[in-house]
């Protein structure tokens, strides 16, 4: 009997650690959430001049015009690496000023 409670009580004991990492994930991620809310996006991005976004994400962007990070992390279409993409872009924008254009329109 006090090896089949014993062998209950490690299971518990693992349910709760495992319950204790994933509430530590999952703040986590709402803490990342919180602070890409904090990134605007100006109204008047280029998006074509960002010459890493995927084709689908620019024409995606384009359509929807987010006015966040956040945001623009929610469309369809638009993944996590165009995103950090994004926040590549208006990081340099605001650390530099402007951000560098990556390449004259009208070029492939």
Not at 1 to 22: E, G, K, P, Q
């Amino acid at each position: 009997m006090r090896a089949f409670l014993s062998a209950h009580w490690s299971i518990l004991a693992l349910w709760c650690l495992f319950a204790s990492l994933i509430d530590f994930a999952l703040m986590g991620l709402d803490k990342r959430k919180a602070r890409r809310e904090d990134w605007r996006i100006p109204e008047d991005i280029d998006y074509d001049c960002i010459e890493s976004l995927r084709i689908e994400a620019r024409q995606k962007l384009k359509a929807k015009k987010p006015l966040s990070l956040s945001q623009a992390g929610r469309i369809p279409g638009v993944n996590p690496a165009d995103v950090a993409v994004l926040m590549v872009w208006l990081k340099r924008r605001r650390d530099g000023g402007e951000a560098p254009v990556t390449r004259e329109k009208g070029q492939p």
